[in-house]
């Protein structure tokens, strides 16, 4: 067999280029090698592609670990991804499946539109960052100022309160403020990452989650025209805000469908519990949109049946006859509350 050379016209898609934990970057004219964040050091000093290492070991630091996001960059392992690491799924979802799973060390997340992430389970992982330097992005939730220290209520259901927010960007947001949790961080997460991987135009769609000590908030996309209870059990001095018929079959469509796509679409069947008018909120179009589901698995499970139940007092909760009989939740519990809630 004879010899010959190859020639690379892109230095840093040679895999480990930069060695383990290095990041391979572009000056005008050379590949530069670096290290993610300030976390990190290099190994030698002399030899740039040597690689990195953590200044401190995740192991050293139980409960409180956070991904580092690297815009613009991919990173590779080898040997490659196994189809069993590679999901699609939000990127919030990517990277708090990542945190979660203990064998992980990275991932990326494809922003072209396909939601396709890749999970790095090897020892050995290497990054090309396409443009700019190697500098976490700011996360918008961390702006407190533009929640307005929840001073507007938007309301309060079975799993908390729900403030207006504003984000740095200016977008508006639904802060939820969740009420009774007694599970850890890394359950809470695991949760939360389940909630982040559904994708429906009938669910409302999770943005951002906050974890600090005790306090426990969920960030949500805003509906202008808020929930469906406000236009079905409304006073005479307010029918003109009485949805027509037309308005109320197309919303239970949208209901159902978002129902049907949590119990038989999801990876994991996740069941509502909590199914009523109050958690079906409205877009400025009055598309319906699902809310609160996956929130009976975030609260402390010992808590789970009383807090539902509770709530019956508080709205119009309909409930299947296994809740009261304290026999095993299945999906079936929400099909029966769809129908109360469509009679209704």
Same mark, same amino acid.
Request: glycine letters at 8%.
């Given at each position: 067999?004879?010899?010959?050379?190859?020639?690379?016209?892109?230095?840093?898609?040679?895999?480990?280029?930069?060695?383990?934990?290095?990041?391979?970057?572009?000056?005008?004219?050379?590949?530069?090698?670096?290290?993610?964040?300030?976390?990190?050091?290099?190994?030698?000093?002399?030899?740039?592609?040597?690689?990195?290492?953590?200044?401190?070991?995740?192991?050293?630091?139980?409960?409180?670990?956070?991904?580092?996001?690297?815009?613009?960059?991919?990173?590779?392992?080898?040997?490659?991804?196994?189809?069993?690491?590679?999901?699609?799924?939000?990127?919030?979802?990517?990277?708090?499946?990542?945190?979660?799973?203990?064998?992980?060390?990275?991932?990326?997340?494809?922003?072209?539109?396909?939601?396709?992430?890749?999970?790095?389970?090897?020892?050995?992982?290497?990054?090309?960052?396409?443009?700019?330097?190697?500098?976490?992005?700011?996360?918008?939730?961390?702006?407190?100022?533009?929640?307005?220290?929840?001073?507007?209520?938007?309301?309060?259901?079975?799993?908390?309160?729900?403030?207006?927010?504003?984000?740095?960007?200016? $977008?508006?947001?639904?802060?939820?403020?969740?009420?009774?949790?007694?599970?850890?961080?890394?359950?809470?997460?695991?949760?939360?990452?389940?909630?982040?991987?559904?994708?429906?135009?009938?669910?409302?769609?999770?943005?951002?989650?906050?974890?600090?000590?005790?306090?426990?908030?969920?960030?949500?996309?805003?509906?202008?025209?808020?929930?469906?209870?406000?236009?079905?059990?409304?006073?005479?001095?307010?029918?003109?805000?009485?949805?027509?018929?037309?308005?109320?079959?197309?919303?239970?469509?949208?209901?159902?469908?978002?129902?049907?796509?949590?119990?038989?679409?999801?990876?994991?069947?996740?069941?509502?519990?909590?199914?009523?008018?109050?958690?079906?909120?409205?877009?400025?179009?009055?598309?319906?949109?699902?809310?609160?589901?996956?929130?009976?698995?975030?609260?402390?499970?010992?808590?789970?049946?009383?807090?539902?139940?509770?709530?019956?007092?508080? $709205?119009?909760?309909?409930?299947?006859?296994?809740?009261?009989?304290?026999?095993?939740?299945?999906?079936?519990?929400?099909?029966?509350?769809?129908?109360?809630?469509?009679?209704?």
């Amino acid at each position: 067999m004879g010899s010959g050379t190859i020639t690379v016209l892109n230095q840093c898609d040679v895999f480990g280029y930069c060695g383990n934990m290095g990041i391979c970057s572009y000056s005008d004219t050379s590949p530069i090698c670096g290290c993610p964040s300030e976390n990190f050091r290099l190994l030698d000093v002399n030899d740039l592609r040597q690689g990195c290492k953590r200044k401190r070991n995740i192991e050293d630091c139980p409960g409180s670990a956070a991904m580092l996001e690297l815009d613009h960059a991919e990173s590779f392992t080898y040997p490659p991804e196994l189809s069993s690491q590679t999901f699609f799924v939000g990127i919030s979802a990517c990277r708090l499946t990542c945190l979660v799973t203990a064998s992980c060390v990275a991932s990326t997340s494809l922003s072209d539109g396909t939601g396709l992430c890749y999970l790095k389970t090897t020892e050995f992982v290497s990054g090309y960052q396409v443009c700019g330097p190697v500098l976490p992005n700011p996360s918008p939730f961390a702006d407190n100022d533009g929640m307005g220290e929840f001073k507007e209520k938007l309301g309060a259901r079975g799993f908390g309160a729900v403030y207006k927010g504003v984000l740095s960007n200016r $977008a508006v947001v639904a802060v939820k403020q969740l009420e009774g949790i007694e599970q850890g961080e890394k359950q809470f997460r695991m949760e939360v990452a389940t909630i982040s991987s559904t994708h429906h135009l009938n669910l409302v769609r999770l943005i951002g989650f906050c974890a600090e000590g005790h306090h426990r908030l969920l960030v949500y996309e805003f509906m202008k025209n808020g929930s469906l209870d406000n236009f079905l059990f409304t006073t005479e001095e307010h029918s003109g805000k009485m949805l027509s018929w037309e308005y109320r079959y197309n919303v239970a469509l949208g209901t159902t469908g978002g129902i049907m796509y949590l119990h038989e679409e999801c990876r994991d069947c996740i069941i509502h519990c909590d199914l009523k008018p109050e958690n079906t909120l409205l877009d400025e179009i009055f598309n319906a949109k699902v809310s609160d589901f996956g929130l009976a698995k975030v609260i402390n499970p010992k808590d789970n049946r009383y807090r539902i139940l509770t709530s019956v007092r508080e $709205a119009r909760s309909y409930l299947a006859p296994e809740w009261l009989a304290n026999l095993p939740i299945t999906s079936k519990s929400d099909v029966i509350a769809m129908g109360w809630y469509c009679l209704r």
